[in-house]
T-cell receptor, first 113, second 112 residues
Framework: DSGVTQTPKHLITATGQRVTLRCSPRSGDLSVYWYQQSLDQGLQFLIQYYNGEERAKGNILERFSAQQFPDLHSELNLSSLELGDSALYFC????????????FGPGTRLTVL | GQNIDQPTEMTATEGAIVQINCTYQTSGFNGLFWYQQHAGEAPTFLSYNVLDGLEEKGRFSSFLSRSKGYSYLLLKELQMKDSASYLCAASLFSGGYNKLIFGAGTRLAVHP
């Protein structure tokens, strides 16, 4: 158990819908990262927050957005969902924003029908 | 651009030793992470190499050569539970921030 929690574990929805994925980092960690992992593909970095502020953006679509709240939990919002958005979405956290080890949550499996 | 290569699949026998290689072509390189990921589960941290050389941690060891852009993960005394994907990830400083770039992963199958 990494100490990072994610909810929900599974999510099934329809095309065109909007969903919110939630992540709570390890106690004491200030940085939160979101990744997407499609079937048979590597982890694709989406976005990073540090202490409430956006710090880095990766291959995140404009339909996706995220935020980190004062209590340091983070939410990833996915809208106008398409079939191709079906994937595992992982959240990771680290102490700071530099080269610290990232610890991953259990992931949310999103299925878009 | 940034590129990380590792073999797609490997097989090995229980009790044996296996070496999983990773090569990278990146700029702003800080260090190299290895993660283990069982199917459908979260990646779990195995090792982090910043300096050249071998880091040993129980049955797992990781090596880095910065000049060659090369790393490997060595797994000894293989167990069935070691069947998993092994992800190589380069820590880079780019565009004013640090980020991890993951390879596609190496699926290791351990057979009796």
């Amino acid at each position: 158990d990494s100490g990072v929690t994610q909810t929900p574990k599974h999510l099934i929805t329809a095309t065109g819908q909007r969903v919110t994925l939630r992540c709570s980092p390890r106690s004491g960690d200030l940085s939160v990262y979101w990744y997407q992992q499609s079937l048979d593909q590597g982890l694709q970095f989406l976005i990073q927050y540090y202490n409430g502020e956006e710090r880095a953006k990766g291959n995140i679509l404009e339909r996706f957005s995220a935020q980190q709240f004062p209590d340091l939990h983070s939410e990833l919002n996915l809208s106008s969902l398409e079939l191709g958005d079906s994937a595992l979405y992982f959240c990771a956290s680290s102490v700071a924003q530099h080269t610290d080890t990232q610890y991953f949550g259990p992931g949310t499996r999103l299925t878009v029908l | 651009g940034q590129n990380i290569d590792q073999p797609t699949e490997m097989t090995a026998t229980e009790g044996a030793i296996v070496q999983i290689n990773c090569t990278y072509q990146t700029s702003g390189f800080n260090g190299l992470f290895w993660y283990q990921q069982h199917a459908g589960e979260a990646p779990t941290f195995l090792s982090y190499n910043v300096l050249d050389g071998l880091e040993e941690k129980g049955r797992f060891s990781s090596f880095l050569s910065r000049s060659k852009g090369y790393s490997y993960l060595l797994l000894k005394e293989l167990q069935m539970k070691d069947s998993a994907s092994y992800l190589c990830a380069a820590s880079l400083f780019s565009g004013g921030y640090n980020k991890l770039i993951f390879g596609a992963g190496t699926r290791l199958a351990v057979h009796p």
